[in-house]
């Protein structure tokens, strides 16, 4: 049903704007909220709800337990702002009334709430770090020369460009926020004198090749000597060195110089590798040489003891029996001379011809027959003395003797 039919009144959308009710009045709502608190929190009537005077006017003053309740209240939740938490590897340093009071470890905590104490958290387990000589760059991961911090005079009065990264901790909280104002920059200051000191002490190309963990490890004592003297509670943990150069100006002159230094200890290394390799071989020759010495002289000797102990019993058997001796060593060494011969010629008592044994075709036909090792017989006059011609070999001009 639309608002402009017949027979409705007052259905137009303009219709009783002047009959809306104004908006409440700002200080009865403002009265009427303080009296539900002070229904809530403590007034109470007087003896007949009316003063003597009957105008009808009730007497109400604040409870006392009403503001104990709400005291008590503030006061809790005030003591319970004081509770605070420690996490692992931080140090709370609390202050009372802007004066240190004490520190605290990691875990759960309560100190006085504000404005009585005020609470510092330091971290004692982040790397922190200072760059002296340098500085790094953006995004790109390049780092500029900073010529005052970094350029400095060497033993031997040569300028050597040095960058340090300085890696440090704090090992003590309430020194670290109170002993220095700034301790990252009185580290830097520490770090820039400890190591002009220490690099004055040295020449340049002892800094510049064999000397730069020594001279880093000297740096980093100085250092911490430097600011345990300040109490500054740092604890320096490393100390790295960036960059050790000669300046620009003369950089390829020192490239050249620790270019023919690197060759020259690589062919000392070598000549090192081939003495190495031939000595020990010389020494073990030299060795066996002098063992193969060693047993020429013992077998030699033991040869001539040898034979000077057999002559010696050969003379004592002479001396017994001369003939029998004699004959015996006679056909020992016909033995010997002829046992290689593969011809025998045999010398008959007052004849003229010799008879010829051809023991070379004999023994080609009958080798297979000959038992390994037998000893060759000889034919020799029977009955004749020692002094007579024995079986020789060779021609016929060697008959008699």
Same mark, same amino acid.
């Given at each position: 049903?639309?608002?402009?039919?017949?027979?409705?009144?007052?259905?137009?959308?303009?219709?009783?704007?002047? @009959?809306?009710?104004?908006?409440?009045?700002?200080?009865?709502?403002?009265?009427?909220?303080?009296?539900?608190?002070?229904?809530?929190?403590?007034?109470?009537?007087?003896?007949?709800?009316?003063?003597?005077?009957?105008?009808?006017?009730?007497?109400?003053?604040?409870?006392?337990?009403?503001?104990?309740?709400?005291?008590?209240?503030? %006061?809790? /939740?005030?003591? $319970?702002?004081?509770?605070?938490?420690?996490?692992?590897?931080?140090?709370?340093?609390? %202050?009372?009334?802007?004066?240190?009071?004490?520190?605290?470890?990691? #875990?759960? +905590?309560?100190?006085?709430?504000?404005?009585?104490?005020?609470?510092?958290?330091?971290?004692?387990?982040?790397?922190?770090?200072?760059?002296?000589?340098?500085?790094?760059?953006?995004?790109?991961?390049?780092?500029?020369?900073?010529?005052?911090?970094?350029?400095? $005079?060497?033993?031997?009065?040569?300028? /050597?460009? /040095?960058?340090?990264?300085?890696?440090?901790?704090?090992?003590?909280? @309430?020194?670290?926020?109170?002993? $220095?104002?700034?301790?990252?920059?009185?580290?830097?200051?520490?770090?820039?004198?400890?190591?002009?000191?220490? /690099?004055?002490? +040295?020449?340049?190309?002892?800094?510049?090749?064999?000397?730069?963990?020594?001279?880093?490890?000297?740096?980093?004592?100085?250092?911490? #000597?430097?600011?345990?003297?300040?109490?500054?509670?740092?604890?320096?943990?490393?100390?790295?060195?960036?960059?050790?150069?000669?300046?620009?100006?003369?950089?390829?002159?020192?490239?050249?110089?620790?270019?023919?230094?690197?060759?020259?200890?690589?062919?000392?290394?070598?000549?090192?590798?081939?003495?190495?390799?031939?000595?020990?071989?010389?020494?073990?020759?030299?060795?066996?040489?002098?063992?193969?010495?060693?047993?020429?002289?013992?077998?030699?000797?033991?040869?001539?003891?040898?034979?000077?102990?057999?002559?010696?019993? %050969? %003379?004592?058997?002479?001396?017994?029996?001369?003939?029998?001796?004699?004959?015996?060593?006679?056909?020992?060494?016909?033995?010997?001379? $002829?046992?290689?011969?593969?011809?025998?010629?045999?010398?008959? @008592?007052?004849?003229?011809?010799?008879?010829?044994?051809?023991?070379?075709?004999?023994?080609?036909?009958?080798?297979?027959?000959?038992?390994?090792?037998?000893?060759?017989?000889?034919?020799?006059?029977?009955?004749?003395?020692?002094?007579?011609?024995?079986?020789?070999?060779?021609?016929?001009?060697?008959?008699?003797?």
């Amino acid at each position: 049903m639309s608002w402009n039919e017949p027979g409705e009144k007052d259905k137009d959308p303009w219709s009783g704007r002047d @009959k809306q009710k104004s908006p409440p009045d700002l200080d009865e709502a403002l009265k009427s909220f303080q009296e539900k608190i002070g229904n809530i929190f403590g007034g109470k009537s007087g003896g007949g709800g009316e003063d003597g005077g009957g105008n009808g006017i009730i007497n109400k003053s604040p409870g006392s337990f009403g503001i104990g309740l709400l005291a008590g209240i503030g %006061l809790l /939740v005030w003591g $319970l702002s004081g509770i605070y938490i420690i996490d692992e590897g931080n140090r709370g340093v609390v %202050l009372r009334f802007g004066e240190y009071a004490e520190t605290t470890q990691p #875990g759960p +905590h309560w100190r006085f709430p504000a404005p009585i104490d005020e609470l510092l958290i330091v971290n004692v387990e982040q790397q922190r770090f200072i760059e002296v000589g340098y500085r790094s760059g953006g995004g790109q991961g390049t780092s500029g020369s900073v010529p005052r911090e970094a350029l400095m $005079l060497t033993k031997d009065e040569n300028i /050597v460009d /040095v960058r340090l990264a300085v890696q440090f901790t704090v090992k003590d909280a @309430k020194n670290f926020l109170f002993s $220095l104002k700034d301790p990252s920059d009185t580290l830097k200051q520490a770090t820039e004198s400890a190591q002009r000191a220490v /690099v004055g002490k +040295h020449a340049m190309d002892y800094l510049l090749t064999e000397g730069r963990s020594e001279i880093v490890a000297e740096i980093e004592s100085d250092i911490q #000597g430097i600011m345990d003297s300040y109490q500054s509670g740092v604890r320096v943990t490393s100390v790295n060195l960036q960059d050790a150069q000669p300046p620009e100006q003369v950089q390829g002159a020192f490239e050249d110089a620790i270019k023919a230094r690197e060759d020259e200890q690589r062919l000392k290394n070598e000549a090192e590798a081939y003495s190495n390799e031939v000595i020990p071989k010389a020494r073990g020759a030299a060795a066996r040489l002098t063992q193969q010495a060693e047993g020429y002289k013992a077998k030699t000797v033991a040869e001539a003891e040898g034979n000077a102990s057999r002559f010696s019993q %050969l %003379l004592t058997e002479y001396e017994k029996a001369p003939e029998v001796t004699r004959k015996r060593l006679y056909i020992d060494a016909m033995e010997g001379v $002829l046992s290689n011969s593969e011809k025998v010629l045999v010398d008959v @008592k007052n004849g003229n011809n010799l008879m010829y044994l051809p023991l070379d075709k004999l023994s080609n036909s009958s080798a297979r027959q000959v038992t390994p090792g037998a000893r060759p017989v000889y034919i020799t006059p029977s009955n004749e003395s020692a002094k007579q011609q024995p079986l020789r070999s060779g021609s016929r001009e060697g008959r008699g003797r």
